[in-house]
Each structure stands twice: as structure tokens, then as C-alpha cells.
């Protein structure tokens, strides 16, 4: 895990207790309130994972820390600084892989990473393509660099991403259903990545809608139900709770294959029983 190095600013960490600090952020799309009121804290060095269904306001939430939807009410604080008005100070820490990356086809990866480095002002020189080199062979795609983007699989244009994401060394990283699309050798790379990123002091927010890569992956979830909080802690505290509460149980249910399956397999123990 030699490669990957975070930027630490001791200064701006000295001072920072909590790295991403929503402060009841609410998004309301006409009829639909998409993100309630919803107040968490990740702190410096954590996985932080937010968990639940598909449309339960993963993506907004996460749109809203990285400024591009703007909250109906509430705010948020990244690295200390207020996403309404120090958004400048703010995108600078942050890193952000999207749900579906929208990447130049008609771009090699290798010039892709390229222009991402130049916005953000990284030196041209041969540190910069060691550094490049080492992130993309570390995710396994230095081979394809030379190729057009058009011609990467899903896994390889979102590893492409990761590594747009990561080339400014951001303390703070954003990943929305990063490890969607990514086999399974791909995905416990990236898992080491992340492990690798937050040792080295970086903090973590991703998404799944999947329960056993947040179990996997996170030291604490946040599992979220029509755009709220409903409860918050470890797997293993989330479990206990889940055994006597009605709606995380549910949502339990849902992730690990939902009552269909229940049904499915009720259906097959009594084909097996005549
Ligand atoms: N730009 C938008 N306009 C209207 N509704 C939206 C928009 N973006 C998301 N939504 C709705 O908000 C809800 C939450 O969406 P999203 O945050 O994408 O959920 P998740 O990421 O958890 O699957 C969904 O009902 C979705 O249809
Ligand atoms: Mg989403």
C-alpha cells in the first residue's frame, strides 16, 4: 500500500475535530422531501458509510456536501469550512467518485487524469506521472492508460475515476456506490485503498445499498430511510438494534434481499416438503 499519500495540512487538522459535520440538511424536490433534516458527523480517519435502499437520499445528500445541489434548508461543514459560504475552501479538500461517472470518451485515461491534475494545478513534471503511473497500477488499469476512455468497461471507468478523485490527494473523500460495477478482486483493492487513505488520515463517506460492503467496509454507518437518520453506530450495534425495531429491520430485510427472497424461499421449502 506504498503509493497512495494523503495530504496533511497539521495546521488545518489541529483545529478540526470533526471532518464532515452535516448540520440538518434538508433537500425538498417539488412534492418530495429526498433529504430530512439530517445532522451526522464523520470524524478525521473514519469510514463513515451511509446506508439504504435506493432512493432514500444517498446521492442527494452527497451532492449537497460537494455543492452542486444546493440545500432547501440547513448547511454542512467540511474540513471546518461552511459548504454555503466558504464552498471554495471546501471543494479543495474534498475528492468525489459519482454514481455514474461522466468521463470523456474520446480521451485516453492517461490524458484524462492528465487534464483532472492540470485543474487542480499539480506541477507537470515526471513526480506527477509517477504518481499517476503508481495510482492507476495500483488499480489495475495502467495497461488501458493509453486507451480511449470508450473502450473501458463500467469497473474500469469508475477505477479511472477513483483515481481523477484521489491525484489531489484529498482529505476528505466522497465515493457514491463505488464498488458498483467492480469484480471482486477490483473491489478488495479498492477496500485496501480506502483502509491505506484512512491510515494515512484521509476520512470517508461513501454510499451502498448493499449491506455486506458496508459491513466490510465502514467503521460506522448511518442508515438512512426516506431521506433520514435512523439510526447510527457500528455493524454490530446497528445489528443488536435492528432484532426490536420494526422499520430498521425492515430495512434489514431490504438490503439482504428483501421479502421477496423470504417468499422465494418459502416457496422452495414447500416444493421440497410435497
Ligand atoms: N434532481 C432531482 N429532481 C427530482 N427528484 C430527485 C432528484 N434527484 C433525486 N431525486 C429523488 O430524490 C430521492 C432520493 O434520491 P437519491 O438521493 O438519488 O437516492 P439514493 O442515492 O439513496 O438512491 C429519490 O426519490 C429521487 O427520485
Ligand atoms: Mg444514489
Given at each position: 500500500m506504498a503509493p497512495v499519500r494523503t495530504h496533511k495540512s497539521p495546521d488545518i487538522d489541529r483545529h478540526v475535530t470533526t471532518m464532515i459535520e452535516a448540520l440538518g440538511l434538508t433537500k425538498v424536490f417539488g412534492e418530495l422531501t429526498?433529504?430530512?433534516n439530517l445532522t451526522f458527523t464523520v470524524s478525521p480517519g473514519e469510514i463513515y458509510g451511509l446506508l439504504g435502499?435506493?432512493?432514500?437520499g444517498k446521492s442527494t445528500t452527497m451532492r449537497m456536501l460537494l455543492g452542486l445541489l444546493r440545500p432547501t434548508s440547513g448547511t454542512a461543514r467540511v474540513a471546518g469550512h461552511d459548504?454555503?459560504?466558504e464552498m471554495v475552501q471546501a471543494k479543495r479538500v474534498m475528492g468525489y467518485v459519482p454514481e455514474e461517472p461522466v468521463l470523456p470518451?474520446?480521451?485516453t485515461g492517461w490524458e484524462y487524469v492528465n487534464y483532472v491534475s492540470d485543474i487542480w494545478r499539480i506541477p507537470r513534471g515526471p513526480e506527477r506521472n509517477q504518481e499517476i503511473e503508481e495510482l492507476m497500477t495500483l488499480l489495475d488499469i495502467f495497461d488501458a492508460s493509453?486507451?480511449?476512455?470508450?473502450?473501458?468497461s463500467k469497473g474500469m471507468a469508475r477505477k479511472l475515476s477513483l483515481v481523477a478523485a484521489l491525484i489531489h490527494k484529498p482529505r476528505v473523500l466522497i465515493l457514491d456506490e463505488?464498488?458498483?460495477?467492480?469484480d471482486p478482486r477490483g473491489a478488495a483493492t479498492i477496500k485496501e485503498i480506502l483502509n491505506g487513505l484512512r491510515e494515512r488520515g484521509a476520512t470517508i463517506l461513501m454510499s451502498t445499498h448493499v449491506l455486506e460492503i458496508a459491513e466490510r467496509m465502514c467503521n460506522r454507518i448511518g442508515i438512512i430511510k426516506e431521506g433520514g437518520l435512523i439510526a447510527e453506530g457500528t455493524m454490530e450495534q446497528l445489528r443488536q438494534r435492528a432484532a426490536g425495531q420494526s422499520s430498521l429491520e425492515e430495512i434489514f430485510l431490504t438490503l439482504t434481499g428483501g421479502p421477496d427472497m423470504q417468499l422465494i424461499a418459502k416457496f422452495l421449502e414447500d416444493v421440497n416438503r410435497e
Open positions: 429526498a433529504v430530512d435502499p435506493n432512493g432514500s459548504i454555503l459560504t470518451e474520446r480521451l493509453d486507451d480511449l476512455i470508450e473502450t473501458y463505488v464498488q458498483a460495477g467492480i
